[in-house]
């Protein structure tokens, strides 16, 4: 499936870029469904102002597959621009069966990707699942020149290949309290567009699923890792891996409790090689929920890193709050801390449903610098979305 993911585009020190205004459509039309959307952003003193507008068509084909065309535009005040232009198909047959292919290719200013090579991405996947079996693969082309600005590409001029799946067991004779036992096995596979391997990364893992949706998994990751240039791994300790061939393996175990229930647990252990060093991580959360209301979330994960350059470990703590005030009110917060950053972050929205499919939302953002308690950033997002059915 071709999709639109827009990325909200940051500045070097981390600050979100204002948006003017924004509109969306969506709707169906006989066989077709559409759907539009426009943002305007404002200018900054090092961003310059940039309309966004992504426009897609679908149609659906034979008994239950369909067709789409994707177009997204990107216009900066001035001769800067980015376009993409894509197609994709998703078909699906005897209800198991499931084959998708897609192709886009990008337009920019000459100068802009300077690289020689293709300006086109192609990707194709199929999986299959019955009640046993759970199989799937995927192919993905990247050219060098694909330049895609609105969406998320971790690598260009690559390709890159999934594939992996198992057995999913339900026996009968345990069925009072197992639901799933499930071994599998992944793997991911990206070379550069010459041939040699650029990462390769498997899961050998296997899992169990309780009747109480209690459930827990462990396994192993061997992973591995060819650095044509030094990666910098901490940006504040300046310490960096240099260039090589780097094969490491994690084993890990994961377990959570009943998440349904007024007080849950989770917790992950992880421990292996890491680059030329050695890494060992703990995660551990609790969660609180009351009469539906109510849920509370804390989450504490630590990574423990050793490696030749230097060796370092960073705290991240999580809380999550949400409250229903009715079935059209609610309110979520998100405050983390990161010993690595030295930062504090914040997140509240308060959601209104003021008509059926129709929202207002009351956003508040905001980053202190956990030493001084300095204001690194703060906004306040007012949105308000509208449905109009004709």
Not at 199 to 224: C, F, K, M, W
Not at 250 to 258: D, H, S, V
Request: aromatic letters at 12%; hydrophobic letters at 35%.
């Amino acid at each position: 499936m071709l999709f639109v993911r827009l990325r909200m585009r940051l500045l070097d020190a981390g600050e979100s870029i204002p948006i003017l205004r924004g509109t969306r459509l969506t709707g169906r039309v006989g066989e077709y469904c559409v759907g539009a959307l426009n943002i305007q952003q404002r200018g900054t003193e090092t961003s310059l102002a940039t309309n966004f507008t992504a426009l897609r068509l679908r149609r659906n084909v034979l008994a239950n597959s369909d067709v789409g065309l994707l177009v997204l535009n990107q216009e900066t005040d001035g001769p800067g621009y980015n376009r993409v232009v894509g197609t994709d198909g998703n078909f699906r047959f005897f209800q198991n069966l499931n084959f998708n292919i897609a192709t886009a290719r990008t337009f920019s200013p000459a100068g802009v990707v300077p690289v020689e090579g293709s300006e086109s991405m192609q990707k194709a996947s199929i999986s299959y699942r019955d009640d046993l079996w759970d199989l799937r693969s995927t192919y993905l082309r990247i050219g060098e020149r694909f330049n895609d600005e609105m969406g998320y590409l971790p690598r260009t001029g690559i390709v890159k290949f999934q594939g992996g799946g198992g057995p999913r067991f339900r026996p009968k004779r345990f069925s009072t309290w197992m639901r799933e036992f499930y071994p599998h096995l992944e793997l991911t596979d990206v070379s550069r567009m010459h041939g040699d391997l650029q990462s390769r990364y498997v899961d050998a893992h296997v899992y169990i699923n309780l009747q109480d949706s209690a459930g827990g998994e462990i396994g192993l990751n061997p992973t591995t890792e060819n650095l044509i240039a030094p990666f910098q791994i901490n940006k504040r300790r300046n310490i960096s891996i240099p260039a090589g061939r780097y094969d490491f393996n994690e084993w890990f175990a994961f377990w959570r409790t009943n998440g349904a229930s007024p007080l849950s647990f989770n917790g992950r252990w992880a421990v292996g090689n890491f680059y030329d060093g050695y890494k060992q991580s703990y995660q551990f959360g609790g969660a609180v929920r009351v009469r539906g209301r109510f849920n509370a979330a804390l989450t504490w994960s630590r990574n423990q890193i050793q490696l030749k350059e230097g060796r370092y470990t960073t705290d991240l703590i999580s809380t999550r709050i949400q409250y229903g005030f009715s079935t059209m009110a609610f309110i979520n917060a998100l405050v983390q801390y990161n010993t690595d950053a030295g930062e504090w972050s914040s997140n509240v929205r308060f959601n209104i449903i003021h008509h059926p499919l129709s929202d207002f939302f009351l956003v508040f953002n905001e980053r202190r610098d956990q030493g001084t308690g300095g204001l690194l950033d703060r906004a306040v997002i007012a949105k308000m979305t509208y449905l109009v059915a004709f």
